[in-house]
């Protein structure tokens, strides 16, 4: 069986008419598409198509399309009363509530009423395609197609085929995302998809952190923002996409992957779940907020004048020791480059995945005199440092003092494995790994849906590649064999590739 995506009369339905479904509905007119919008609130499909066609007016006034299309787009848009009037479309969408039952019922009457060759599919963002097809007399033609919000701003959809999915409507549905000028990436089904398996890496790694004291919610969103590349900070991001949303999303990943441990959630955002704290919508969440939703957060205190003696770098991790001594060189340093510390240097090392104290033990340092820094990104706009849990604050702040000596900001945080910065992102890389291996999706698509649907500055793969792949193995390695938990072991598609010494797009045969 196959579709005609291209003709000139494809029609869409779309059941559902709140911000997803409208939004669906836009892109739809816009390319070209006849569109028939339901809701099951008396008016709000003729709301969501006066709103859209607001949004076209306001295109032709800004130039960006003529008068004449934007009319003509609008008009595309009919507004229907029954599921009865969606006999003749090819495609429908549904964008109602994520309940499963809601659904299946829904998708039940609707096989009663299209064509035999009409695509069948769910914008759900938590359900499985494959069970919210069980029971339907022909799953073989029902697919995920899922949108991100605000649909108009973001292109990516995620095409998803179930268990018993035809190629053919995949295909079909990547076509037609083409046409709404989205961004599809093809993949089968799994608890969050694509886009939302990826994004738990980001903000649950970032509250494991907090949690156990190695830095505040402040210190890491600048971290992540400075250091990471990011355009938020992870718990930015969950003030603006509230807890509401965040907190049972990683549940249900959690839940539905049998307790995985790499989606381990954390009490820091649960606490603030129960309590009704969510962020920016309720004006309180990981921050606090003034009169004008601005975030109130203390200013970082100033440098110390701080300068030590005499500086020892460690040798252990040959690229660490060698980015770390060059930029000591830039600042003017006293660096020792005996093989051993002096009685009164300060020793720094540069560790991927261990902490401060793991280093100073096993290379035989003073951990008095330790202070950890993270050389795995460039150290151009923020640095972070680490110290042991006994190092003395004379040589901690002497280390702060001279990396800060150039202007560039610096972050101390608690001895942690992985600093801030490595955890997070190496715990991204590793669940793109693991999707990969898992055969959901390619490592390109997961990129390219990283990338578009979580603005990240790049995809897990890109990232490793840039960073080192063997380097991002060792830091889950270290952190895996210093905590003891299952949740960093490295995915064996990562482990391969770093031991192989190729890039993580590697694909198999």
Same mark, same amino acid.
């Given at each position: 069986?196959?579709?005609?995506?291209?003709?000139?009369?494809?029609?869409? $339905?779309?059941?559902?008419?709140?911000?997803?479904?409208?939004?669906?509905? /836009?892109?739809?007119?816009?390319?070209?598409?006849?569109?028939?919008?339901?809701?099951?609130?008396?008016?709000?499909? /003729?709301?969501?198509?006066?709103?859209?066609?607001?949004?076209?007016?306001?295109?032709?006034?800004?130039?960006?399309?003529?008068?004449?299309?934007?009319?003509?787009?609008?008009?595309?848009?009919?507004?229907?009363?029954?599921?009865? *009037?969606?006999?003749?479309?090819?495609?429908?969408?549904?964008?109602?509530?994520?309940?499963?039952?809601?659904?299946?019922?829904?998708?039940?009457?609707?096989?009663?009423?299209?064509?035999?060759?009409?695509?069948?599919?769910?914008?759900?963002?938590?359900?499985?395609?494959?069970?919210?097809?069980?029971?339907?007399?022909?799953?073989?033609?029902?697919?995920?197609?899922? &949108?991100?919000?605000?649909?108009?701003?973001?292109?990516?959809?995620?095409?998803?085929?179930? %268990?018993?999915?035809?190629?053919?409507?995949?295909?079909?549905?990547?076509?037609?995302?083409?046409?709404?000028?989205?961004?599809?990436?093809?993949?089968?089904?799994?608890? @969050?998809?694509?886009?939302?398996?990826?994004?738990? @890496? &980001?903000?649950?790694?970032?509250?494991?952190?907090?949690?156990?004291?190695?830095? $505040?919610?402040?210190?890491? *969103?600048?971290?992540?923002?400075?250091?990471?590349?990011?355009?938020?900070?992870?718990?930015?991001?969950?003030?603006?996409?509230?807890?509401?949303?965040? /907190?049972?999303?990683?549940?249900?990943?959690?839940?539905? &992957?049998?307790?995985?441990?790499?989606?381990?959630?954390?009490?820091?955002?649960?606490?603030?779940? *129960?309590?009704?704290?969510?962020?920016?919508?309720?004006?309180? @969440? &990981?921050?606090?907020?003034?009169?004008?939703?601005?975030?109130?957060?203390?200013?970082?205190?100033?440098? +110390?004048?701080?300068?030590?003696?005499?500086?020892?770098?460690?040798?252990?991790?040959?690229?660490?020791?060698?980015?770390?001594?060059?930029?000591?060189?830039?600042?003017?340093?006293?660096?020792?480059?005996?093989?051993? +510390?002096?009685?009164?240097?300060?020793? %720094?090392?540069?560790? %991927?995945?261990?902490?401060?104290?793991?280093?100073?033990?096993?290379?035989?340092?003073?951990?008095?005199?330790?202070?950890?820094?993270?050389?795995?990104?460039?150290?151009?706009?923020?640095?972070?440092?680490?110290?042991?849990?006994?190092?003395?604050?004379?040589?901690?702040?002497?280390?702060?003092?001279?990396?800060?000596?150039?202007?560039?900001?610096?972050?101390?945080?608690?001895?942690?494995?992985?600093?801030?910065?490595?955890?997070?992102?190496?715990?991204?890389?590793?669940?793109?790994?693991?999707?990969?291996?898992?055969?959901?999706?390619?490592?390109?698509?997961? *990129?390219?849906?990283?990338?578009?649907?979580?603005?990240?500055?790049?995809?897990?793969?890109?990232?490793?590649?840039?960073?080192?792949?063997?380097?991002?193995?060792?830091?889950?390695?270290?952190? /895996?064999?210093?905590?003891?938990?299952?949740?960093?072991?490295?995915?064996?598609?990562?482990?391969?590739?770093?031991?192989?010494?190729?890039?993580?797009?590697?694909?198999?045969?």
């Amino acid at each position: 069986m196959q579709l005609d995506v291209n003709r000139s009369d494809l029609i869409i $339905g779309v059941i559902g008419a709140g911000a997803m479904g409208r939004g669906i509905a /836009q892109v739809a007119a816009a390319g070209s598409m006849q569109v028939l919008i339901t809701d099951s609130r008396a008016g709000a499909a /003729q709301e969501a198509r006066d709103f859209v066609d607001k949004l076209f007016t306001r295109a032709a006034e800004k130039g960006s399309m003529t008068k004449e299309a934007a009319a003509a787009a609008t008009a595309r848009i009919k507004v229907v009363q029954s599921l009865a *009037d969606f006999k003749p479309c090819h495609l429908v969408v549904e964008a109602v509530i994520e309940n499963l039952e809601v659904k299946r019922a829904l998708f039940a009457e609707l096989e009663g009423i299209v064509a035999p060759d009409c695509i069948l599919a769910s914008n759900t963002s938590s359900l499985s395609i494959t069970t919210i097809a069980a029971k339907l007399k022909t799953p073989q033609r029902f697919a995920g197609m899922h &949108f991100f919000n605000p649909v108009p701003l973001m292109k990516l959809v995620e095409v998803i085929a179930g %268990l018993r999915t035809e190629d053919w409507v995949c295909e079909a549905l990547v076509a037609i995302g083409k046409r709404m000028t989205r961004e599809p990436v093809r993949l089968t089904d799994a608890p @969050g998809f694509l886009v939302n398996q990826v994004g738990r @890496g &980001f903000t649950l790694e970032a509250s494991h952190l907090v949690y156990e004291g190695v830095a $505040g919610f402040p210190a890491v *969103d600048r971290v992540m923002r400075d250091v990471g590349g990011f355009r938020m900070g992870p718990f930015e991001l969950m003030e603006l996409t509230g807890l509401d949303v965040t /907190q049972p999303a990683s549940e249900a990943v959690y839940t539905q &992957f049998f307790h995985e441990p790499r989606y381990r959630p954390n009490l820091i955002m649960r606490s603030r779940y *129960d309590a009704g704290v969510l962020g920016r919508k309720t004006k309180k @969440g &990981f921050y606090e907020y003034d009169a004008d939703m601005k975030p109130i957060v203390a200013p970082e205190p100033a440098a +110390p004048a701080a300068w030590p003696a005499s500086v020892w770098v460690s040798p252990a991790e040959a690229s660490g020791h060698a980015t770390l001594t060059e930029l000591l060189k830039k600042l003017g340093a006293p660096l020792e480059t005996g093989a051993h +510390p002096g009685a009164a240097a300060l020793i %720094l090392v540069t560790p %991927l995945g261990e902490d401060a104290t793991t280093c100073a033990v096993e290379q035989e340092l003073d951990p008095r005199r330790t202070v950890a820094v993270d050389t795995l990104f460039p150290m151009v706009k923020r640095r972070t440092v680490m110290g042991t849990p006994i190092t003395d604050p004379v040589f901690r702040d002497a280390a702060h003092g001279l990396l800060a000596s150039d202007g560039v900001a610096v972050t101390v945080c608690r001895d942690s494995p992985g600093f801030i910065a490595q955890r997070i992102v190496a715990m991204i890389v590793n669940i793109g790994c693991s999707i990969a291996q898992s055969r959901t999706a390619s490592p390109a698509d997961i *990129d390219k849906a990283v990338t578009l649907g979580l603005n990240y500055p790049q995809g897990p793969f890109a990232f490793a590649d840039t960073l080192g792949v063997n380097r991002i193995y060792a830091i889950l390695a270290a952190m /895996q064999r210093i905590y003891g938990d299952p949740r960093y072991r490295p995915n064996i598609w990562l482990t391969r590739r770093a031991r192989l010494g190729v890039s993580l797009f590697t694909p198999e045969p």
